[in-house]
C-alpha cells in the first residue's frame, strides 16, 4: 500500500520540532508494510541543515517553494492508497489541501495535526479557512497530542473521527550516551524561541536561574542570541539531533516547557518528554493536565507549577535521585511509549478506514 506524507519536513530538524515524530512514526509504519512518499518543500533554511540522510524506509520528494511546483506534489497524491496532509508545512498549507481533492475515490483521507490546540483555535477564529470545508470528507483526523478536549472540538467541527496519535520514544534514536563536558549543567532547557512559549520558558527556566546564582543552567535552541539572560545561564545556539543523547544524559536534570495552548489544552506531551525520558534523564516539567497518563509524577517525572517549584526541585535533587527517576522514566517509556506500539494502532486504523471508504463508494 502506498502512503503518501505531505510535511514539513523529514530530513533536517531545524526550526522543525516534528521531524522526530515523523521518523519515528514512518519508519515504523513502513515496517507494516507501507511504502512511503514523504513530500517536504525546500523552505525555512532546512535543506542546508539536513540532519539526516534519506532513509530507506521512505522516499523523499524536496520541491522547490514554488506555486507550480506545488501543484506538481498535489497532482502525485493520485498516485496512493491513502495521503496524509500534515498542519505546520510552513509554505502552501491552505494549498496542500488540494492532495484530498487530488486523491483517487478509493484512497484513505487523513489530516495529521501536529499542532491542534493552535489549529483549532485558529478554525474557531475564522470558520471560512479551507480546512473546515475538507473535514467532512476526511476519513479521520490524527493529531500529535490533545486528549478528549482535541477529540471534542475537531468533531464539533465536522470531522468524522479524530484519534490523537501521541509523541513516543524511537530507542534506536533516543537512548543513554556517555556525558559530553559540553552539556555540564545543573537544569538545561532544549527549546527554540517561539512566540507562544518565550513568557513560559521566562517563568520556569529563567526565573530559576535567576533565583539560584549558584547552580549552572545550559540552554540550547535558536533564537536566543538577543534574549536578556541571567549571567548563570549559558547559551549555545542550535544543538544538532546527534548531540540530543549527550544533551539530555549529562546535567543535572533537564526540562520541559510546553507552548501555550497545549499547556493551556493539555495532553499534549512533547517530543522532548519521550527524548529525555529515553535517554534516562531526569526530567522535570511545567504542569498540565493529563501528564500523569505518560509518565507518573514524583517517580518518573517531576513536575511544576511555575518557576518557584522548578527551584524547589532542583535544590532538592541529589544525582542518586535523578538516576533513580530517570532509570524508571526509561523503563516507563520502553514499556507503553514507542512508536512500535503507536504504529500498530496507526496501521490498523488506516487498513480499516480503507476498507470502509471502499464500502461507501461501493454503496
Partial sequence: ???AFYGSSLLSAYWNGAATYYRGMLSELARHGWDITFYEPDAFDRQSHRDIDPPDWAKVVVYPATPEACAQVIARAAEADVVVKASGVGVFDDE???VFSAARPHAVRIFWDVDAPATLADLRRDPSQPLRAALADLDAVFTYGGGPPVIAAYEAQGARACRPIYNALDPDSHHPAPA???FEADL???ANRLPDRERRIEDFFLEPAA???QRRF???GSGWADKAIPQNVRALGHVGTADHNAFNCTPLAVLNVSRDSMAENGFSPATRVFEAAGAGACLITDAWEGVELFLEPDAEVLVARDGQEV???LAALTPERAAEIGAAAR?????DHTYARRAVEVNDRLRRALAERAERNAA
Fill in 218 to 220: 545550559l540552554l540550547g
Fill in 96 to 98: 496542500l489541501l488540494g
Fill in 311 to 313: 527551584a524547589e526541585h
Fill in 1 to 3: 500500500m502506498k502512503l
Fill in 180 to 182: 559530553d563536558a559540553r
Fill in 331 to 335: 523503563r516507563r517509556v520502553l514499556a
Fill in 188 to 190: 538545561s532547557l532544549l
Fill in 211 to 213: 533565583l539560584m546564582p
